[in-house]
């Protein structure tokens, strides 16, 4: 057996591993949620606690409008809940937006801290510890400047975090609100159904373990108090946050009827930077909790430690092996010997990798169509080979910023003005 052959048997069976694994998360996330729709999200309560909605922006004018409104139509109890806006270091007009917007709406608990580039600028996690500082709720809120929540959803959050002591947090479902601008934010879009919500709801139907989003999610202020605030250096604050959620004791839960829809980078250029960023964040969080993989004491979140460890480990060499495999075979240095049976394999593969993404798709309205499945071939073999690129340039990056000692920089995903033909036209229906 040849040094390739070896490389082929590896590739294939860490493929078809870790596709069997989220074929499984996926008919666990399909369960769960058909449960959930039996009822509308809501659970009894006896009084809604004070609830501080914090949204950390950046030079976000073009979205903030359209966001804070509907942050503003919540069904929550009015009194019962204030806006946090960090106009975080802003240099467009995001500050004259956002008076205009407490000038219209005089009897809103709307508070906008304005930072300069002392204080702010330094990313997402210092200008939520600077909202924290001003916070008022009990609970806490976060929303990032591009989303538009429909307006049961906070409430829904509030209600079940609320009915369950356990629970450190609950988080929701997110949509690509800008689905039909571009072949990426339709790969966007199926990516995000498909290994976001079906894959949160699954690892919390067979394990109680979910990890919080970067939004649409609250979590009890107490807790973020005896954490310290969030962790200035993780470029992924919400994956971080998680894992110290897990270690203190409490779960983390998925509730699928409270939405937000939300803009995904509309170019390739945005949308591998702000995909680096996430890898980078997701790296540091594995390799600071990497240790608890091995330690009975931690429970559960072992396994989100090695799932973790799974994806950005043993998926991504696999791809990098399999395309190297093709690579020397076209130019004929090499081939493998195994045969029909290796490509047997990546056919069925292919077949798996499909059959998981139609389940996603199944359960959503108006995504369970032959456009999408056709989309989930392409993507096979463009946006998965983006996505290699993407944790290569991530690694490269962190070890560069580790060996210089670079201080972390938060790169702020570029926003776009939306027009009306490439809005998502069913922004209003509730995940059914």
Known sequence: MSFIDVLAIYSIFAIWGLLFLNIVLSIGGYIYIMRMYRTDGHQPVLEYPMVTVMVPAHNESIVLRKTMEALLKFDYPKDRYEIIVVNDNSDDDSAQVLKTIQQKNPSARIIVINTDHVVGGKGKSNALNIA????????????????????????????NLMSDDRLGAV???????????????????IETLAYQCMNQAGRYFFFKLCTIPGTNYVIRRELIDRMGGWDVNALAEDTEISFR?????????????????????????????????????????????????????????RLDVIYYALVYLMMFSSLIFSDMIFVIGI????????????????EMAILLFV?????????????FNLNNILLTFVMLFTYAKMWVLVVANGIIQG?????????????????FEELAETVTKNTKQVWK
């Open 132 to 159: 924290l500082s001003m916070a008022a709720g009990s609970v806490i809120a976060i929303y990032d400047a591009d989303n538009t929540p429909e307006k049961q959803a906070l409430k829904i959050l509030v209600e």
């Open 171 to 189: 988080i929701g479902k997110f949509r690509t609100r800008n689905k039909y601008a571009s072949l990426l934010t339709r790969f966007v879009n």
């Open 245 to 301: 959620l897990y270690r203190m004791g409490y779960y983390i839960k998925f509730i699928p009827q409270a939405v937000t829809w939300e803009q995904e980078p509309q170019k390739l250029k945005q949308w591998f930077k702000q995909r680096t960023r996430w890898v980078k964040g997701n790296l540091y969080v594995l390799k600071s909790n990497f240790k608890y993989a091995f330690d009975p004491e931690a429970g559960i979140m």
């Open 331 to 346: 130019l004929g240095l090499g081939h493998v010997t195994l045969g029909g049976f290796s490509s047997l394999l990546w």
């Open 355 to 367: 059959l998981n993404v139609s389940i996603t798709l199944s359960v959503e309205r108006n995504e």
């Open 399 to 415: 070890i560069r910023d580790a060996l210089y000692q670079r201080e972390t920089v938060w790169d702020k995903t570029e926003r």
